[in-house]
Structures are given as structure tokens and as C-alpha cells.
């Protein structure tokens, strides 16, 4: 019987899943999600390949399940540092910096990567479960129309630019100086393309 690790089942089920989590998200970063198999990520979580099916069905389950826990984590996270934003434009440049940061610090591959390793029906359930996100970017957008600093635009039109622009830059595989650079080059170009009025934000990263 395998060793429990927490004080109860529950803890032991929760802290195995982190292990699960945090093997992926290594060899994610060193191999590629394609390049490894469950088996691969039992082995580095130092679960048996068979209590990992208690776990996980397949590795599509798990990257589902993976991409939700660090969503959630992310979007209070987001929460927190938007209740710090001195205007909308502060806002727009901490929401694309936070989920670039956030795509690094996971590992996860970028959303058009992200949709061809999940079947259709997993891929919408991710995009349902993170859709407080878009209504985050929109809330911004329209308080910066709003206050006068972005020019009047299609919220809409402009949410999906936004997200084109943060699912198309790859860092899932960048640290250090040249992930700084991505992603401040990046604020700065979506910032340029809806029209923001902003000065040099590269300093409050």
C-alpha cells in the first residue's frame, strides 16, 4: 500500500496531484508536451504507473486539469495586482504582462498549440472555464475608452487583437533577460496597437 503523504486521504490526493502538476510542467519546459508520456510523468512525480490512472486517464485529462488549477490560481493572482493599477492603460499593461509571465512561469503551450493537443470537447471546456478572463480585457477596454485614454474602438474587435497577440508570442520556453525583453516589447506593441496614451511602464514590471 502506498505511503500516505498528509493528514488524511484527501491531503495525500491533493499534495500527489501537485507532484503530478509540477513533473508536467518540468518536463513540458525540458522535452515538450508531445515528446513525453504519462508514464514519463508518473515516473518524475514518483507515482506508480498504475496509481496514476487513479489520477489521470490519459494525458489529455491531465493537461486539461493542469491548464484549469494554474488558471485558477492565475486569475487571483490577476485579481490582486489589477486592484493596484493606477488607470485602465496600467491595467491593459499588467493584464498582457501577467499572462505572459503566467504562460512562462507554467510552461503551458500557447493557445493555438494548446487547442491541437485537446479534443474539440476538452478545448471548449477550457475556454469555458477561463472566460472570466476575456471579461476581465473587456472591462479594461472599456474603461480606458471610457476615460478618454484609448481612442473610441469595438471592444470586441479589440479583445480579440489583444488575445491574437498574447496566445501568438512563445514564451513558454524563455527566462531570465530574454523573457523580460518578450514581454515588454509585447506590452509595448499591444499598448501601440489600441491607441493607448502611456508612458515607459517597462520600470513597474
Not at 491574437?164 to 508570442?169: Q, T, W, Y
Request: glycine share 6%; net charge negative.
Amino acid at each position: 500500500m502506498p505511503k500516505i503523504t498528509g493528514r488524511s486521504l484527501g491531503e495525500h490526493r491533493e499534495r500527489t496531484r501537485e507532484r503530478i502538476f509540477a513533473a508536467l510542467s518540468t518536463l513540458m519546459y525540458q522535452r515538450g508536451f508531445d515528446a513525453i508520456s504519462l508514464a514519463d510523468i508518473a515516473a518524475a512525480a514518483e507515482v506508480g504507473r498504475t496509481a496514476m490512472y487513479n489520477y489521470f486517464a490519459d494525458k489529455e485529462s491531465l493537461l486539461l486539469a493542469y491548464a484549469e488549477h494554474v488558471t485558477e490560481q492565475y486569475m487571483a493572482e490577476l485579481v490582486s495586482a489589477l486592484a493596484e493599477v493606477r488607470d485602465p492603460v496600467d491595467g491593459l499593461a499588467t493584464y498582457v504582462r501577467s499572462q505572459l509571465r503566467h504562460v512562462a512561469r507554467n510552461h503551458l503551450p500557447p493557445g493555438t498549440a494548446l487547442r491541437s493537443l485537446m479534443s474539440e470537447q476538452s478545448y471548449r471546456h477550457m475556454v469555458e472555464h477561463v472566460s472570466a478572463l476575456e471579461l476581465i480585457l473587456r472591462g479594461i477596454l472599456a474603461a480606458g475608452i471610457r476615460e478618454g485614454l484609448l481612442p473610441a474602438d469595438d471592444v470586441d474587435t479589440l479583445v480579440g487583437l489583444v488575445t491574437a497577440c498574447i496566445s501568438g508570442r512563445t514564451v513558454a520556453e524563455l527566462s531570465g533577460p530574454e523573457l523580460d525583453h518578450a514581454v515588454e516589447s509585447t506590452v509595448r506593441f499591444v499598448l501601440r496597437g489600441v491607441g493607448a496614451f502611456y508612458d515607459d511602464l517597462s520600470s513597474q514590471s
